[in-house]
Every structure is written in structure tokens, then in C-alpha cells.
């Protein structure tokens, strides 16, 4: 039996890195098109949560909600957790969800493995999304599943046997940013794992058990349906009212166009291997640095 | 603190098989390994043998790994072939020495050590796994304490840990050697510098060129005025794909009148049986686009770079068996005919839409440095010190002998016997000088690698005598006529062999590793017999700040090397000996640029000489 339970809610989200977004005529982003992958915040949380893996050998759930072609995003997340169960909580009346319906659908699925008899001790969320932006939905995952909300880690260690959790985490105070500041809490706890989270692993168990746990997770996601259990609305359980667009109280009234950003610098294309368009490189800089560089 | 039996420390071909060969023991051992992932930093020619000598038993390859090596193991090719080119400009005189390659040899394959060291990687660390034990890569080991009978590793990754023995595998630049001081670092009479560069070549072109089938390889090595004047010579090995173009050179004679290392493989590449041997058609990088508008122009280079590449990897499959039949059995073509047309169709594509011309040419795909033991002079003669076993290229253990250069299976011989000797230690909890290093040292001493580094084998000089047969006796000299004369009568060639063996490799060599026997001898033997070879097209070769800018680097921001005395002759000779230019000169002051150290060790001599912390510096791609 694992000694320590540990769930991870994950989004797939577009692939913002270059050269894969796709936009339409009207400048919003064409979803079809831009490919989809686990969130970069969320891969984050998986990285947080292979920690407990490797160090407490815990007993790893990734869940999301979303569309069927989500379970890639997941696959992405076992590949990095190498979580035991994967989650995919998908039904058509989740569409239009906002922050606090798509927190409910998440609680009811976390409450749902717990029925199983699993008391899940640490859930892990990335701190926000890429493509909402609003960081809400795991702060209120947390208070629909009465968990004590850890914001902004950045590093953890767990006392098992006294079920506590001493963390690490990243906030501004009185003006100044980046202030560290060490929080002890009992478990079960809600964690959103800051993008400057870092694991160590510094010794040499600890980089074996990282090197066998990495193997088994490759294989694990190579087969990742074996683990996969999609599950829809009534499935769940959860209450009509309280998910989708019913369940939504915010109104996205509009949507900007994505700016496309004014032309204010000029890029010129520079040849390495053409000797002449260096030596034009360097004369210009030597320019601008108003002949500082002397050579 | 935490406590393992073993370390071993790196994670090249010897290590890892003294991990395979103690896990398979049954005993737990950790490997630390400094690259990101084992295999990306280590270098060879190369060949990799096994061997059955007439008197004595030698651990190979196949007995540390079983026949799983056969099936699995990503060798590139049988060698079978075995020439040996004399030159003097375009005129070559070629010697058979297959007998020699032969000799006492169950195999030799032509192999790349990034991947083949990675899947030894993975065999061992399988088996370690299962005895508590594994590898550890990215991790760089910075001390050894010992203190009050503990033996503390100390690494700049992780915490310190103990162990009751360690096995040293940590190359020819041997930190753990230095830390401890458990021998000099070695001196540039004890050693070779190795040059190499991976050329690209389709499996079927390489198979006609060399006159071989997908069955077999070949090796052609190089003396005489390709040398630049050195003692040394060149190898151009063929691999499945790729050819390994090299050329191995005496430090000593490269210190006494400093050669830039890439101008001993360029010469070799410029060599026109070499040139003819590595051809290929080739896309002429011009300026596309000319005259258009930057965005079309992006459009238009990006358009055929995606096409040429499709073109490549196309053309790289068809020109192999294996290769053809994939693109059959998945259904992506039907027939050859198929693919030979779709290549058609592309070449003409290139052509029309882009522009694109071919012409002849070689593509070099990696290029590679590294010091090279000479076991015959540096091989530690009591290979330990306390609990720590020395093995492999950190031992100084290699064999150099006319064209035979051997590293990676001493190693694997080495690790095989240190293995057992430490398991044994581990029986008996006794890891004492007494029980464990000389026991190890006894049976080191016992191997018939050993000695090959100690002593002649007159029937493998027979060999070359036999090939040498032909040649004018004026040509070989006033100096060595007598040893031709004695050597050619069986018994007079045992007494002979008899009485240099008791005088010493130490008085020999000079004698016998000359310029004379390396330079002078090969390059008149082809001006007088040699036949005329002409290549039809003069090579671009790569410049070395290409070849720089085409290797993988993680960057440390911290210099792994510092410069003692900036204004010494040694480093003067850096300047020009670095393989990669790290070294400038200004105001008589040498600076070094840490940046491009491919860790070759040329340097190490004289300068205060790590290596990178764990995951950083040079990660080759073919090794
Ligand atoms: C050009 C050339 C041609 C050659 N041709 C042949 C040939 O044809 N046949 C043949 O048998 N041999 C050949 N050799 C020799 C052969 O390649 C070597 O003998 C062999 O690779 C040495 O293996 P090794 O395991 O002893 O050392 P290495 O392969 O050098 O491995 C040492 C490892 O230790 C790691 N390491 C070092 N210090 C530390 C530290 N402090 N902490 C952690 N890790 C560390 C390094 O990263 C490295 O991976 C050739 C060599 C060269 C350069
Ligand atoms: S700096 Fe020294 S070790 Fe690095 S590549 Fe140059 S000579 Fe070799």
C-alpha cells in the first residue's frame, strides 16, 4: 500500500510555443488547427507530483476535464508523473464550463476516487493556464473540496508519519516580490506548484529511484489506456445545475483579438557563414555602441 | 550519510561492463557517470575486438553480455577487410593486412560508442537494478576522502556517500587518479592524440566503394606523407551508414613540431583514395531567393530545406536493404521502382522550384578528440591504490602496436578482472590493499593484453614481414636490414624477438616508433611502387569553426580548466595542439575560451584540468 496519496489536475491546452498557433481571419485563435498538448503549467504540476513518486513512492491520479482528444494530455502527464491512474472527465454538457463549473466537475471526480476508499491526500494543479489566465480554478477546487490551499510552491517535503506537509512558497509582500515563505500544514492539502518550482533529488537512492521511476513511466505511457478511465456526467454523479454553461456564473462578454504587435524594431536576416554580412554586423554595432568596441 | 558497496566512476565501455560483469555477481555497485546520458561523451576509432589468444584467457565483450551482444548490440559492421595504404601524394602502395586483423581475433566490429555504450548502459543498469544497485548519470565526482576507514565520494551534484570500494573508469584524463595520487598524470612520450570525423554515406554507395556486402566492413589505414611529417597514421573505417575518418598521432611528435589535430584528418580526407572512398552527391548550398523580398526569401529556404531534408532521409533509406524493405513492409511504397521514382520526383522538384544543383562532395556529420594511453609506456604497473581498482583507459592500459590500436576490449578485460576481485572483497568484507589491489594486480598481470604491452609477439611481426615480402630491401634502409635479415629466418626471428623482449619495449620503441618507420619508410615505398589514384573532385572541408559550431554543447558557466602559467611554452603549443581552438595568444599571455573543450585532455598536462560539472560540456551524437 502507498504510503501517500496524490492526485494531479491537469489541462490540455493549444500550443502557444512558435510555429504552432493558428489563427482565424478575425485575429481569436483557431482551435482546430493549433495543435494541443498538456499545459506547460500543468506539466509543472506533474513534475511536482513525480516528487512524491520517487521520494514517498506515492500512489499517483491525473485527472482533466475535457474533450475526448484530451487523453493525449494526459498520456503527456503520465509520461511525466508516471501516475498510476489516469482521469478523463468528459461529457458534452462540460462545454461553455467557467472556472467555479469546472471546479465542480473536478471536486466531484476527486471525491468519486476517494469513495473508492482512497483518501487522496495532496491534490497538484499548475498555478493558472495559459490560455484562461485567471488561476482561479484550482483555488477553488480546493475550497468545493474543504482542503487548505497552498499557493505558489516551489519546493515541499512531507512527514509521513505525522501527516504534515512543510512548503515552500513564492509570494509578494508589502512590495517586494519574490519573498520565500515556509508554510506548515497537516495534510490533505490543495498545492499550486509555482513555474520556478524545483526538485531536488540529491542523493544517490533518491537519483535511482528518479531513473527507475522515468523508465517505468515511459512505458507506462506507451500503453497509456491500459490506465486510462474516462468517465462522463452521469458517471460522475455530478449535479447538472452546478457544471457547463448552467453552472457558469461568469459571462465572457468578449473576447479580444490578439494583438498583433506593431512593427517597432526591424529584423534583419544575418548569413553566419557570409564573412561580408558579419563584418556589416559588427560595423553597425560598433555604431550604435558609438565606437566603444574597438576591435 | 548514505552507503553502497561499490562505485564505480564513468561510465565508458569499461566501466560499464565492471557494473554488468558485478551485478551478474550478484553484487551492488552504483555507476556515476558525469555526461547527461551515458555514452554521449566518450570516443573511439574504432574497433571493437574479441580475442583468443594461443596462451591465456581474455574476457570479451560476448562474455560480460552474453549472446544478447549478437542479436542486439548496435554494432555497425564486421570488419573483414584489412589494407594498409602507404602514400606519398597521389600515388598509394597498399599492403593487405587482413591476417593481421585477423590474428587471434574471434571479431573485430566497427562501432560508434555513443550508441553502443547507451545500450551497454541499459543492459547494466537492468542488472544493477536488481541487486539494489544502477547508474547515476549527470553527476560529477569531485573528491575522494578517506577518513578513519571510510571511503567518502564526494560529487558537485549530490550529497557525499560512502562505499567500501571503488573501481576508477574515468578515462584517460583520470580525475579520481589525480585526486588521489594514485599515479602521475602522463606525460606526452605516454600518449596519442585521436582525431576522428563521422562522414555520411549511404549503406549500398559504402558497399560498393569498399567492394564489401551489408555483411561485412572494412578498415583502411594510413601512413607516410598523409601523416604531415608524424608518427602516427590515419584510419577510414566504414560503419553502417557512416564512415569514421581518423587519424591517431604520437603527442610527443605533435609537441616537437605542433601540427593543428584537424589538419591531420583534413590531410586525410584530402588524400585521393580517401576523397574517392567518401563521395557523394551533394546539394550546393547557394543564396535562394536571390533578389527577392526577406519574407519570400525565408519562405522559399525554409520550403526547400523541409524538401531536401525529405530528400535525404528518402534517399539514406533506399540506399539500404533494410531500410527498402521497411519502407515496403509499411505499406508506404509498393515497390522499389516506387521509391527510386518519388526520389526522382524530388530531385527534379529541388531542381525546377528551388533551383537546387548538385555536385560531388563528402558530408561530415561530427568531429571528435581525445588522448589516446599507449599501454606499452603508461600503463600502471600496480593498477590501485588502497580500495580503489583502476581500469581501462584510466589505468593507462592500451595496446598500440603498428596499426593495432585497442582500448575498448583491454578495458572490458580489465573491468571483468576488477569486478572479480572486488566481489571476492566483498565475500570476505576485506577490501584491504593486501587482498583486493594485489589480487586484482596478479590477475591484470596475467592477461595476455598485458603482454602485448610488455613484450613482442614475433608472430604477429611475422605477419608484416610476410606482407612486407615484396618490398625492396633498399627502400626498408641500412637500418633496418639487419632486423629484416634475422627476422626472416624462423629461428633466428625467435632468438631475435627473444633478445629485444629482454632489452625492453623502453629501448625499442625509439627505434621502431621513428618518423622513419611512420614517415619516411611508407612515403618512398609509394613513390617507387606506388600506383597513381586521382580523384575526380577536391573535397570542401568542413573549416573547424563549423565543425565546432556543429557539435552539441550544455555550457557551464564556470571554466572546468584553469591555465597555470599563461606565459609557458606548453601552453604556447596549446594554442596550436587544442583540437578546438580554446587557446588564443595575445601579448605573449596564453587565454583560454572554455566554451568549445571538446575534453580531449590535450591540455591537461600542464593546467589545472576537470572535468565539466555533471550534465555540461560536449555531448557527441556518434562518439
Ligand atoms: C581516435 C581514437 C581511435 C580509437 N580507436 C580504437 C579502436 O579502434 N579500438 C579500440 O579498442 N580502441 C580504440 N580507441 C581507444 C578507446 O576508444 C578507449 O580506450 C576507450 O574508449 C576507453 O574507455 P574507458 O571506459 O576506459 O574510458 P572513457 O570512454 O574515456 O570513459 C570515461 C568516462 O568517465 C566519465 N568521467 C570522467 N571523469 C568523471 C568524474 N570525475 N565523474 C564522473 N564521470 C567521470 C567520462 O564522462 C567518461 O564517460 C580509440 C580512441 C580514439 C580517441
Ligand atoms: S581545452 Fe584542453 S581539453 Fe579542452 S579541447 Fe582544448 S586541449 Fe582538449
Redesign the interface.
Known sequence: MASLRVAVIVKMEPDFSEGNVSYNSDGTLNRAETKNILGPHSAIACRAAFYTKVIYGAEIYVATMGPPIADSALQQAQLISNADNLYLFSDRIFAGADTLATAEVLKTGINMIQEQGKKVDIVFSGHRASDGETGQTGPQTAWKLGYTFLGNVISYYVDIENRKIRAKRLISLQGFYDIIEEVEALLPVFITVDPLYKANY????Q??AF??HRKEASKKAQDYKQYLNVLNAQQLGVDPKLVGLPGSPTIVYKVEKIPKAKPTRRA??V?G?DRGQIVELATKINQVLSGAVVE | M?N?DVAIIGGGSAGLAALQHLSSLGKQA?LIEAAKTVGSKNISGGILYSKKPKNGKVFNVEDVYGEQFFHDAPVERLITKYILHTTSRDKLYSIDLTSAHKYQANFGYSVLLNSLNSWFAQIA?ESA?KQG?????G?HVSNILFDEGKTVIETD???E?GVKAIIAADGVNSEVADLTGARQKFSPEELYQGVKVVVKLPEDIINERFEISSEEGAAHLFAGDVTLGHIGGGFVYTNRGTVSVGAVYHYDSLMSHPTEPHELVDALLDNHLVREFIKDEVPIKE?LGHGLS?EE??KIRFGASKLLKTWDDLRTEFYSVRGRRNLIETGKYKSEQEIKARLDTIYHDLNTKYGIKFSTDYVELEYSAKLVPDGKRCRMKRPFLKNILFIGDAAGRGIFIGPRIEGLNVGIDDAVRAANAVSRSIERNNFSSDYMGEFYTKSVEESPYTRDMREIDKDYLKIFLDAAKGVPKDIIGSRYGTIIRLMSSGTLRGLAVGFANMLGYDRLLPLVESEETYVQVPTELAERLGRLVSATYTPKIMSIS?RIANLQYDDDSVSHIRIIDSKSDFMKKMVVLCPTKCYSSENDEVTLQHEGCIECGTCARETQWKHPRGEKGIAYRYG
Open positions: 540529491d542523493t544517490i537512492t537519483r535511482l531513473m527507475k534583419t536576416m548569413d557563414s | 548514505e553502497y552504483v543498469n537494478e544497485g544502477g547508474i547515476v548519470p553527476v551534484e549530490l550529497k556517500f543564396e526577406k526569401q525565408l563549423q
